[in-house]
């Protein structure tokens, strides 16, 4: 499968975890 | 649905704030390009958040960034 995971997705009405690792 | 302000952003937590704004800007990104949407959005959310908020209120700055993206993201994929 592929191992792209950048960017991180929003997804609507799903909370935003994109920047957690800061 | 009332216009996101500044003052309602600086309410809510860091991460609630990024939240609140994407959950506006999808709509807009979806509408330009449904596929790559959620990606898009994701990417436009490590923007800072007044920029995110001028974005919101100006369809121009946000349709430049939108393509920008889109062009970042296909040279990523490729």
Do not use: C
Request: no cysteine.
């Amino acid at each position: 499968g592929s191992s792209i995971s950048w960017p991180p997705e929003f997804h609507p009405g799903v909370p935003w975890k994109g920047l957690q690792n800061i | 649905q009332e216009p996101l302000t500044s003052s309602m952003l600086a309410a809510a937590p860091p991460q609630e704030q990024k939240q609140l704004l994407g959950e506006r800007l999808y709509p807009l990104i979806h509408s330009m390009h449904s596929a790559l949407a959620g990606k898009i959005t994701g990417m436009l959310l490590e923007i800072d958040n007044s920029e995110l908020l001028h974005m919101l209120e100006s369809p121009e700055s946000l349709h430049a960034k939108v393509e920008e993206a889109v062009a970042v993201l296909q040279a990523h994929q490729a």
